[in-house]
């Protein structure tokens, strides 16, 4: 039993022994009453005094009736109280009340404040003030009820909080002028909570939290906050933390209302949490609602994970409900980054092992949006692009399946098989990509929807594949703008592998695809974009292919399509493809814009010499017009090129004959050597002292490819008479 003693009082410790005492009473005193007796803090009477000197400070002592343990047991000299004015007292009487007075001046003395009066500092020795008002000054000292109200984690000025002043700690945030001076209290669950604005410093939950320790019980006791006020939101203090065991929660709350949940972070780059795979080998956060009013929003951190995660678990797996036709945002995640532990703590040096088996699972969410969500798969070498290398360790980056609609803006993906993924029974759905970049990726997006009422958009969105950077099934209307693909096959076994395509449509009512670039030296048998069949239309326009792009065909066309209409790519030189519009079945197709494909033909200088009464076919040498009709020209004249969309065409001929008046003179164009076109023939008598100069011009005909246009003449002289200058043919294709 430890004591402390001072001149009118004397506290005693009582430990786990029990005790009654008898406890010293160090003072001296006239009277029993002038002894005081507390107890933790509470007066008592239940004791007795032991007088053995009276007015003497040996020998005195206090006994309780009842044993106590664990407790502070003070002595002290009780406040006398006043004797009246005008009281008759006695010679024994004057001399007792004397004493009293002078015990009186020594107890006020002894509990007043003592200033310095050099320095100005006051001391109240081992005592504490109580019932003190909440400051107003900047000086003023601080109550523990103000600072319970104000603080939450580390101490910082109460004062300066409270007047909306951040204290450069970057989880702290300024308070909202419209909320009420004083704090909520909640009383849950035989907790009480308190709260700042709404905002909860994570280490409330958990007051050990410091950089470098374990996060998992601040977490759940946050969730446990969560369910039962039914909303919360919680700031991550800058660090790196161990998530030392798995977190999972159901957050259906009342059944009415949902529960909506904020976890932020102080930025991806300051707070990072990680887990492994000895402790946490399945999902690490799983969070579920069956609520449609229940909202998730998480962001401003890091999520790593060192080892190699079970097969179909996932880094954080947010369930919803699902359902459609409300305006309300039930998933938010904001500036997240998810990464092996490697990449976490910057010790990524491309042998990286650690990978996520998923990473992000939210499914059945109204509305959800990611914005700057950054997936990092394995770090493999870029020459191992194959099935059972480590490149596809991590098979999906982000999958929303049932969502009813959801909005990507500047995701990025690097090394993960699917980078996102949204499949559905239902037959709408809404998905929006705007600014995503999808590196190193097997498929970019997979869309899977029954019927045709969902709308997607992708927009400026850079993707690097192996397999496919777009799939579409299912969907009314369909938006492919101002994006880059990058094929790269990255090794030789391609051969076994998919063709791979840049965009895939199926079951697509209407797609438009506006100045899309389509790069890269993979896979030789590539598709730039292969448009739905099922009599779905489309509009491509404004393509580019850049220098050193390796396709088989640009345009890929179904039989089973609807009308096409297109223009032509810009293409690099060097870039063309082998195919610009592969179209086997004649399905319906339109060129709407782009330069006119012209070409001319001209025969040699070494004119032909033409026998009487036959028809002759002019021979060319050379020609000028569109590049990607180079292939079409030929001696015997121009080949409908396959691969352009050409359904159509026109041509004009000019022929002149040297000076002969006799007989006739002719000058047709035929297709396929044989058939004269319409309007296509042209004849004149020959006359004296000139030469005769015939031209013919032919209305648009229908042609396929591998037609061949041609150029024949004709002379009725009765002799052998030559051409005096070059002939020439245009022709025109649309």
């Known amino acids: 039993m430890a004591e402390t003693i001072y001149p009118r009082s004397a506290t005693y410790v009582v430990g786990s022994t029990a005790s009654a005492g008898p406890f ?18 509470v007066r008592i009477t239940a004791y007795s005094v032991t007088v053995a000197s009276r007015y003497g400070t040996e020998g005195n002592k206090v006994t309780l009736e009842a044993p106590v343990s664990n407790a502070g047991v003070v002595v002290s000299s009780s406040v006398l109280p006043a004797r009246a004015i005008g009281d008759t007292f006695t010679q024994q009487e004057l001399s007792r009340e004397l004493d009293r007075l002078f015990y009186l001046s020594q107890e006020a003395a002894e509990r007043a404040v003592s200033v310095d009066p050099g320095s100005g500092v006051a001391d109240i020795g081992s005592g504490r003030i109580r019932t003190s008002a909440d400051p107003v000054e900047a000086q003023d000292l601080v109550t523990l009820g103000y600072a319970e109200r104000v603080l939450s984690g580390d101490a910082a000025s109460a004062l300066q909080i409270e007047a909306g002043v951040i204290l450069g700690h970057p989880w702290r945030y300024e308070r909202d002028e419209a909320a009420p001076p004083a704090a909520s209290y909640l009383d849950t669950a035989g907790r009480r909570y308190r709260l700042l ?26 969730i446990d906050y969560a369910r039962e006020t039914g909303r919360a939101a919680a700031v991550i203090p800058p660090g790196l933390y161990e998530l030392e065991q798995a977190i999972a929660a159901s957050l259906d709350g009342d059944g009415t209302s949902g529960v909506q949940i904020s976890l932020r972070g102080a930025g991806r780059r300051a707070t990072g949490l990680w887990c492994d795979a000895a402790s946490v080998p399945g999902t690490a956060i799983s969070l579920q609602s069956g609520h449609r009013l229940s909202s998730f929003e998480l962001g401003g951190f ?20 699902g359902g459609a036709g409300q305006n309300h945002r039930s998933l938010v995640l904001d500036g997240l980054d998810l990464a092996p532990f490697e990449f976490l703590t910057g010790q990524a040096d491309g042998t990286v092992q650690s990978s996520w088996a998923n990473m992000i699972r939210a499914d059945g969410h109204l509305n959800a949006l990611l914005r700057e969500v950054r997936l990092q798969g394995v770090d493999a070498p870029a020459a191992d692009w194959s099935d059972d290398g480590p490149m596809w360790a991590t098979l999906v980056g982000v999958q929303l399946d049932d969502c009813a609609g959801a909005d990507l803006l500047k995701v990025s993906a690097a090394g993960i098989g699917t980078a996102i993924r949204s499949h559905g029974t239902a037959s709408g759905g809404r998905l929006a990509m705007d600014g995503c970049d999808l590196r190193a990726v097997r498929t970019g997006l997979s869309w899977l929807r029954l019927g045709a009422q969902a709308d997607l958009r992708v ?51 209407s797609m438009t695809a506006q100045g899309n670039t389509h790069a890269g030296t993979g896979d030789p048998r590539r598709i730039g974009l292969r448009v739905s069949g099922a009599g779905g239309q489309a509009r491509v326009t404004g393509g580019t292919i850049p220098a050193g792009a390796v396709l088989a065909s640009w345009l890929d066309i179904p039989a089973d399509a609807g009308l096409t209409q297109f223009d032509l790519p810009a ?10 519009i592969a179209n086997p079945d004649a399905a319906p197709v339109r060129r709407i814009g782009g330069a006119m494909l012209e070409i001319s033909l001209l025969e040699s200088t070494d004119y032909d010499t033409i026998q009487h009464g036959a028809w002759v076919t002019i021979s060319f040498e050379t020609h000028d017009g569109h590049p990607f009709l180079d292939g079409a020209f030929g001696p015997e004249g121009v080949t409908v090129p396959d691969g352009l969309g050409v359904t159509r065409a026109r041509a004009v001929a000019n022929v002149e004959f040297d000076t002969n008046s006799s007989g006739n003179r002719g000058l047709a164009i035929n297709l396929n050597g044989s058939t004269r076109l319409t309007g296509a023939q042209s004849t004149a008598n020959g006359v004296a002292n000139r030469p005769t100069s015939l031209s013919v011009q032919t209305p648009w005909f229908d042609v396929t490819p591998g037609d061949v246009i041609s150029v024949q003449v004709v002379q009725t002289t009765g002799s052998a008479l030559a051409i005096s200058s070059p002939t020439n043919m245009s022709v025109e294709f649309i």
Do not use: K, M
Not at 483 to 488: A, H, K, L, S, V
Not at 571 to 580: C, H, K, V
């Open 197 to 222: 604005n709404d905002e909860i410093g994570l280490r409330y939950f958990d007051r050990t939290l410091r950089d470098g320790g374990q996060i998992g019980t601040a977490l759940l006791g946050f």
């Open 24 to 41: 010293e009473i160090p003072f001296p005193f006239a009277d029993e009453d002038e002894v005081a007796v507390h107890v933790n803090g």
């Open 459 to 509: 927009t400026g969105c850079r993707i690097q594949h192996r397999d496919a950077g777009l799939v579409f099934d299912g969907a009314g209307l369909a938006d492919v703008s101002g994006n880059t693909f990058r094929q790269e096959a990255a090794d030789a076994d391609y051969a076994d592998r998919v063709i791979p395509v840049d965009v895939l449509a199926q079951n697509v009512t």
């Open 571 to 580: 293409t690099a030189e060097g870039a063309e493809p082998a195919l610009f």
């Open 302 to 321: 890091s999520l790593g994970y060192r080892g190699t995660q079970e097969a179909g678990s996932w880094a954080l797996d947010l369930g919803a409900a």
